[in-house]
């Protein structure tokens, strides 16, 4: 199957880098503004080949500046794109209008029009269309999603997750478009929503309601550097979440809980691998070694998109986060609790919202 990138950055290099390891997959053709960073994502993919295939080879790779002229490319098939924040929504939706199968970075959309719109338009022509949660492949995750829908933990009484993450002020100034709300958003869409989502996941619920707030404690964005809420997800289970791009460097943490009737899982680390809480009648997931997801991801459209059958990432079922996360920037707006799921919301609005 034959894969475009769409954004150059450290994320499409690291997409091309996954892409060159899975049997399958091509990757035919690059796109960006720059050509210094079109030549890179090239060449790592290129390394990569040859570094399994352990043999040399002339890989032609397709270097485009402008976009639009991949989608009318007959030989692209799939559409990764990695753009900043902001560009999502609509390459996603020139793609799939142009008959191409779609992975997009998180968050999808920065609206829940556009994000619906989206999806409608995927199952409309009949196109895959997934958000890159890639946590979702993590072996150790899913035997625990597994042991959670056995009753396991018996009646889930409470699910809470916490970030510490540092995201200096030098970052920030490197891209003039993150943290803003036109572009990005601050740390629930950039940082959380993966954690977010994969609270969710594990114990497939639903939300209902938020209360939440958004700070700016110390780093010199439009957006918030730190958010907490209560979220009520189905059924009358209360999920609590701390996020925050203000730790020092050296106490940087991430971690979910998950308390039940019968027990408790803790778990933490960038890939949530350390187990700090194992109170739970079932065997201890094998943690300790963590192979890529990203390979586990791209095997998985390739079926879905091969096999017409869902996928661990489809589009459709990655909303809750931004139900989340959107419900949170209301809530500290209209300073209330909110019902969710949301009618409307786009992140533009918040441009309004002064931080106290």
């Known amino acids: ?37 079109m030549e890179e994502v090239m060449q790592a993919y290129k390394k990569q080949y040859e570094h399994i ?22 030989e692209v098939e799939v559409i990764i794109v990695a753009t900043s924040t902001g560009f999502h929504e609509k390459i996603a939706h020139l793609a799939l209008s142009h008959g191409k199968h779609v992975i997009c970075e998180k968050p999808l959309a920065l609206s829940l029009s556009e994000a619906t719109k989206l999806i409608s338009l995927a199952k409309k022509k009949n ?5 890159c949660y890639q946590k979702r492949y993590l072996s150790h995750l899913n035997e625990v999603k597994q042991i959670i829908a056995n009753g396991h933990l018996g009646h889930i009484i409470n699910c809470q ?13 490197k ?50 550097d730190t958010a907490f809420s209560i ?6 289970i209360p999920f609590y979440f701390y996020a925050t791009v203000c730790s020092a460097p050296h106490a940087m943490h991430e971690s979910i809980s998950i308390l039940g009737t019968s027990g408790r899982i803790q778990l933490s680390g960038k890939f949530l691998n ?16 963590v192979h890529s997801p990203m390979i586990m991801l791209y095997e998985d459209v390739i079926q879905s998109i091969h096999n017409k059958q869902p996928s661990k990432i489809d589009a459709d079922t990655t909303l809750s986060s931004l139900h989340i996360i959107f419900g949170t920037y209301m809530s500290a707006k209209k300073q209330k609790k909110i019902t969710l799921p949301l009618k409307h919301f786009q992140l533009h609005d918040m441009k309004s919202f002064t931080f106290s």
């Open 1 to 37: 199957m034959n894969f475009a990138i769409i954004g150059c950055g450290f994320i499409g290099k690291k997409h091309a880098e996954h892409l060159a390891k899975v049997k399958g997959c091509s990757l035919v053709a690059v796109s960006d503004i720059y050509e210094d960073k």
């Open 53 to 74: 295939s352990n043999q040399h080879h002339h890989i032609e790779i397709k270097q485009v500046k402008q976009y639009r002229s991949l989608l009318d490319d007959k």
């Open 127 to 131: 196109l895959y269309f997934g958000v």
């Open 161 to 173: 997750m916490h970030l510490y993450y540092n995201r200096n002020d030098e970052y920030y100034r």
């Open 175 to 224: 891209s003039d478009w993150r943290g803003t709300w036109e572009q990005d958003g601050g740390v629930m869409l950039n940082q959380a929503i993966h954690n977010i989502d994969m609270v969710t996941w594990l114990v497939e619920s639903t939300p209902t309601s938020v209360l939440g707030k958004i700070e700016k404690r110390k780093r010199k964005i439009e957006a918030e």
């Open 231 to 236: 979220v009520q997800l189905e059924p009358n």
């Open 274 to 289: 350390h187990v700090d809480v194992w109170d739970v009648q079932a065997s201890l997931p094998r943690c300790n070694t």
